[in-house]
């Protein structure tokens, strides 16, 4: 064992991760062997495609570990959003700027945090087997890593089919992590970690709902998973079809008002063509007065009225005096 | 007939010994470095071939680079990738770097560095690829594997 780091409480606090209004730190207590350099650093990881990259640029601090083996971050500068970032060491006959992935000589680990916030790191046998005490999202991040360091050591002790059938099943414990956490940073790592560029062409649905669920985070880091997510397609057809509808509603809708219209314009241009003593008949034959009747109303015999009554028919091109009242 | 019964024993003996003796594992050990002296873009592929009876295999990329970039990923012959680094200089690769570099590659300043190692217990056999993507990078790779073969499973 090269690290053999010792408990470190980060004082009584009852930290929280949005601590508002007070001091963030980060700190703990770790004891390299002869090795290692007696300073630790932290990097900023601007996207998850950068986990895995090391650059001076990206060491945004570096502190001293003192004799007791004790070192410290202030997080005042930190933007007050959660960020990722990573913490690691380096050997003495190599750059501060190095990075070691794999083995028991692995580095570095990754941390979520804000200006804000109170990480305490505890228990630490080696660097990347650490323990995070007062940090939710942290020790959601540190399960995550015990779930692929797992994954990892069975591909190193089981057989390939035995491995392959771990690596699967962890994965997607993994993607269940990622689909139930509140924590939408924690959440992505999960994905990150879950090697979901293997799994999206076949699961797409699962990686659409999750940014569904996440849609209104815009961090770099969502911005930039979504770009490796096909979008929905827009259901084309569909949507013709409803659009058409419409239409075609639309223009029934002015058909049938124009036929309408057309039908009551011809009508008042027929009525025209009566003279005024088939008007009056016309009148009392809409309020369903017999022949008898209007022969009586008019003075005239009823064998006019009758004469009367035909031609009006004639010239309103109707058929009965029951269409007289539809007029 | 006691002789005969000894003998054959003696025989039966020999054999098994024998067998275990040619069934042990033996290691193949790999060793390949690669230099960029002149900042380097040109993407290469370093191709392992893991037989079929090889029961583990180790793989180990050291890289320091001095100037530009360099991105290291490692493939199984499914292609899935297994691993990736990338290790960048904030210092940008002039013609006077180059130049210097010639005359000084070894008395230039601080260099960033990338290892990553990885296990694997029966690997799939074929070709494994370690893709080497240099921008504009001065530097040096070294690549370790060993395989454990198993002589008795060809």
Partial sequence: MNIIVLLILCGNVGYSQNDSGKTGKIEGIINLDSIWNDKIYLSHIPDFGKMYTMSKSMIIAETNIDSTGHFSFDTNYLPSEDNLYRIHVSKKDSSPASIIIGGKDENHFFIIANKYSKISINNISTINSIEINSSKQNLIIRKIDAITNYIDSTNFNESRIKSDFVEKAFNEQIRQIADTCSYPLVALYALKKSKFETNVSTNLEFYQNFLDKWQNEDSAYFKTFRETIPKRKKQVGSNVFYYSMILLAFISGLSINYFYREQKNRKSNLLTTLSVQERKILSLLQQGKSNKEISEEHNIGISTVKSHVSNILNKLEIKSRKDVLDL | ?154
């Avoid at chain 2, 002789?3 to 040619?22: G, R, Y």
């Avoid at chain 2, 493939?75 to 180059?98: A, H, I, M």
């Avoid at chain 2, 260099?111 to 694997?120: A, C, L, N, T």
Wanted: proline share 3%; glycine share 4%; no cysteine.
């Fill in chain 2, 1 to 154: 007939m006691k002789n005969l019964s000894k003998i054959t024993l003696a025989t039966l003996l020999f054999t098994i010994l024998t067998i275990n003796a040619f069934a042990q594992e033996t290691t193949f050990d790999l060793v390949r470095n690669v230099n960029m002296f002149t900042s380097d873009s040109e993407v290469k592929n370093i191709s392992l071939n893991v037989q079929q009876n090889t029961s583990s295999l180790f793989v180990e990329i050291v890289s320091n680079v001095q100037y530009g970039s360099l991105t290291i990923e490692i493939y199984n012959p499914k292609k899935e990738k297994l691993g990736e680094f990338t290790v960048e200089s904030q210092l940008p690769t002039t013609d006077k770097v180059k130049k210097e570099y010639t005359q000084y590659k070894d008395s230039l300043g601080e260099f960033v560095s990338g290892q990553i190692q990885k296990y694997v217990n029966s690997p799939t056999s074929g070709k494994w690829i370690i893709k080497i993507i240099p921008k504009e990078a001065i530097g040096n790779i070294k690549i370790s594997s060993r395989s454990l073969m198993n002589d008795s499973n060809p």
